[in-house]
Structures are given as C-alpha cells and as structure tokens.
C-alpha cells in the first residue's frame, strides 16, 4: 500500500538549503580550508517512518561521496570560492555541486547547482512520488520545485551562513531569511560514536520558523574537526494516509540520521 504524507514533509528538502554536509576541518592536506571538506567523506542515511506505537512503516537508505573539487573558483560577483560535489551511490541521481566562501570568522554557502539531485536528507525518487504538498506554503512548494528541477548554477541571493566560529557554548545566529527564518545555535559539545569512529563534536541546533513559529522538528548537527560527523532529525507529527483513504490517516513520526562512515585525506 503506497503511503503519502499529507504535513510538511518538504522539511527534508529544508536541510539541504544551506546544509553543511561537507564541513570540516580542512585536514592536512595543502588546499584545506577551515571547517570545509579536504579528502573523501562518504555518508550513509535512513529516513525512517513510524507510528504511535513505534512500529516502522517505511524505511529508506541512501549513501553519499562528498569531496572538494575546486579552490578559488568564482560564481558572479564572488571569488576565492571552494567548491564540493556530493554524488549519489545508491540511487543514481547524479551530483550537486555548491560553492562555499570561507572567512575567518565564518563560512557561508554562496551558489549551488543540482539542488535536489544528492542530497542528504531528501526523500529519494521511490518514495517521492507518493507525496502531497498538502498544507505546505505554495509560494514554499514552488521554491521546492523549480530547486528540483533546475541544474543551472544559482546564486543565493540571501547567502546562508552555515557556520560563524570559533564554536563556544551559546553562540547562535541566522543562518538564511528566505524563503523561512533559518536559526543556528551550539548547544554543547559531545563525543559521537559513528561507523568512521569516535568523535569530539559540537553540537549545533538548527531552527526553522515559517512566520507562524518555529517548525517542530528536532534537527542536530555534530560536527569535528574531520567535518559534519552525523546529522539527526526527528519530526514527530505528520499524518499517513493510504491512497484509497485519502481522508483518513494515524499519526507518525519521521526520523532521519545521516552519519559518517568514512573520511580520507586526497
């Protein structure tokens, strides 16, 4: 029985507007850039779908090679950019590429192209079909499509700042404004333990507001010195329907870890 979401499902596509799936240190290697990525990191992620008594509906898998492909590009009126390509293995959707400007004081994501084709929290192409933009903002859901659709490079036109460091306990600030209210805060530091191995991380919590209050979902980065270590979501109230029942549905809830399996220096 095909299931569909009838609630912001589009959440998932929220994550890669201004995702920092490819932050890191820079490593040792000579092109390295302070928190971007410097070698191969390869990620595995489960979007997973459960009910109220905590039985699993749905679960889909996908994983992810993230790599530094260029330094000191230019994208329009902005130069000394890195670029990094995240590339699908599980489903063949192809690559993105977005392009990074790295400060001293912070990181911000410049332009992008192949939005939607890799990313790290989307719901793939097997599931997606069975999805309804029912409830989701349409001005929002027509971002999300023309974003899917759209291989161009694209200039952001309201950067997203995807860190401000140095890390401390506390420190926040906007990530985007457009088309939502996007929120960064560190929340602590904590050792993770993921299949690439242990690790001290920062904790950084992410907030979204739509005008009416902020989203409910829990979305945590951890994040080393080797890059973003793992990535957890937890969105616990949607509605599923069938398609012979489009009216009547149960409560669920949507988890979704992106982790780190690998990381080599080029």
């Not at 330094?71 to 977005?98: I, K, P």
Request: proline content about 4%.
């Amino acid at each position: 029985m095909q299931l569909k979401l009838t609630v912001l499902f589009v959440v998932f596509f929220l994550c890669s507007c201004g995702k920092d799936n490819s932050v890191g240190s820079g490593g040792r290697n000579s092109n390295s850039v302070p928190y971007l990525v410097s070698g191969f990191e390869k990620y595995v992620s489960t979007i997973r779908i459960t009910d109220s008594l905590n039985q699993v509906i749905s679960e889909e898998a996908d994983s992810e090679i993230v790599k530094m492909t260029g330094v000191d590009e230019t994208q329009g009126q902005y130069s000394g950019l890195v670029c990094v390509e995240a590339s699908s293995l599980s489903n063949n959707l192809g690559s993105e590429h977005t392009w990074y400007k790295a400060t001293s004081d912070s990181l911000v994501e410049i332009a992008y192209s192949g939005a939607g084709g890799v990313p790290l929290v989307l719901p793939k192409k097997g599931t997606s079909s069975g999805l309804s933009p029912m409830s989701v903002p349409p001005s929002l859901w027509r971002y999300v499509i023309k974003k899917l659709l759209t291989d161009s490079v694209q200039i952001r036109s309201d950067l997203r700042v995807v860190h401000r460091y140095p890390f401390s306990v506390g420190k926040n600030w906007v990530s985007f404004r457009d088309p939502f209210l996007q929120t960064r805060t560190v929340v602590g530091t904590e050792y993770v333990t993921v299949r690439a191995g242990r690790f001290l991380c920062w904790k950084i919590a992410t907030t979204i507001d739509f005008g009416g209050g902020p989203l409910d979902v829990e979305w945590y980065d951890y994040v080393a010195t080797q890059g973003l270590v793992l990535r957890t979501l937890y969105y616990p109230h949607i509605t599923v329907t069938s398609e012979a029942s489009p009216d009547s549905g149960y409560s669920a809830s949507i988890t979704d870890r992106e982790e780190m399996v690998s990381n080599s220096e080029f």
